[in-house]
């Protein structure tokens, strides 16, 4: 006779499974998936624009502020979030004084590649990105404390505000969502190795729900 436990486990797998499958952070419809991973702006329109009379700012700036320079031109609905790979072309200038201090054309034609949330490039990249569609130009203005800080990093002096219009070329590749729903109050952060005890909710891309441990009020312990 099959143990009533393992059979309960094999439930709640499955179901993490299933989970896993519909999750629209993780593994989204094939048909977006395609679109995705064909599409790739083949030319760049940001490497033709003039360099001359870039805007500058007279004032400090408080905050990220992001404009779309120019909206995507490919048909997309599929926006960056955090944890996508991303590969972008980008032009980068002194707030006070519009003097150019990096530009990814004049290294690589094919621009670079980070992941977002990853700490790969400077914060108010890692906000100011999030939302674009591919073949999308926008500007991104970032306050100091966004950027390079108080430190000097090689022609950007200290305390400096940025701006960089960048182009996204390509999500090279979807990461998974995840959305803190409430902060956890504990002290001790899980790590690999440990064993711990969930509740989860597992529901499809429609919302409908096909498993629950609150139902039965049983939580699914594992290790990490």
């Known amino acids: 006779m099959i143990n009533k436990n393992f059979i309960g486990f094999l439930i709640v797998i499955f179901g993490f499974a299933l989970l896993l499958t519909y999750n629209p952070g993780a593994i989204y419809n094939k048909k977006a998936e395609a679109e995705n991973n064909n599409l790739q702006a083949k030319e760049s329109r940001l490497k033709p624009m003039s360099q001359d009379n870039l805007p500058i700012l007279t004032e400090k700036l408080n905050d990220l502020q992001t404009e779309i320079i120019q909206p995507t031109n490919l048909s997309t609905n ?12 980008y032009r980068g200038w002194l707030a006070s004084t519009g003097i150019v201090f990096d530009d990814s054309f004049l290294s690589t ?5 980070f992941t977002v949330g990853n700490n790969e490039v400077i914060k108010g990249w890692e906000q ?20 390079y800080g108080s430190q ?4 950007i002096p200290a305390d400096s505000d940025l701006i960089f219009d960048v ?7 979807r990461g998974v969502a995840i959305d803190i729903v409430k902060e956890g109050s504990g002290t001790i952060q899980a790590s690999v190795g440990d064993i ?18 609150r139902e ?6 594992f290790t990490l």
């Open 78 to 89: 599929i926006a960056v979030r955090k944890s996508d790979t991303l590969r972008v072309h």
């Open 109 to 113: 034609d094919e621009g670079i590649t």
């Open 128 to 147: 100011g990105v999030v939302g674009m569609k591919t073949g999308e130009i926008r500007r991104i203005k970032i306050p100091s404390n966004l950027g």
């Open 152 to 155: 000097a990093v090689s022609t």
């Open 167 to 173: 182009e996204l070329m390509e999500i090279v590749k």
């Open 196 to 213: 711990i005890k969930v509740h989860y909710v597992g529901t499809l891309r429609d919302g409908t729900q096909f498993d629950s441990s």
């Open 216 to 221: 039965v009020n049983k939580p699914f312990e």
